[in-house]
């Protein structure tokens, strides 16, 4: 497996926007189905966005809003597996720490799993669908 370090950085929406949602609608809408207006949502703007940049190119992204939760984690494919989601999930636990944040919080699509116990998170409650695909909420304080 090769490493790829990638520049992350934790943007506004406004600032965010036009590199992060081109690559939710290629992993969310054009990969996994969702549909196109689920993508966008009123959290969007509230919300801290990382972007994770290689090459001058955007190859994903992830959000955390200020209640702790982490979502719209999206990694270019040609990308995964290589520390791009990771590196974005360190980057938004430490931001969110830093702006008080004692407890996170996601949905997980079910084979996500394994990536965010390594993080801490740990399974809560029953899996449910969302968006057609099968999630489990899992929690991490800190």
Request: proline share 4%; glycine share 8%; no cysteine.
């Amino acid at each position: 497996m090769k490493s790829t370090t990638a520049s992350i950085q934790i943007l506004s929406w406004e600032k965010a926007q036009a590199w992060a949602y081109p690559v939710r609608l290629e992993v969310f809408v054009k990969e996994q189905g969702v549909p196109k207006e689920l993508e966008l949502d009123e959290d969007d703007p509230l919300a801290w966005h990382a972007v994770a940049e290689l090459d001058a190119l955007i190859i994903g992204t992830a959000r955390l809003q200020k209640n702790g939760k982490v979502g719209r984690m999206a990694v270019m494919q040609a990308y995964r597996r290589q520390g791009v989601a990771s590196a974005m999930m360190n980057a938004l636990l430490k931001f969110g720490q830093q702006h008080g944040i004692k407890q996170f919080y996601l949905h997980a699509q079910i084979e996500a799993l394994p990536f965010y116990e390594h993080f801490g998170f740990v399974a809560n409650g029953p899996a449910f669908n969302e968006a057609g695909i099968a999630h489990q909420i899992m929690r991490k304080v800190t």
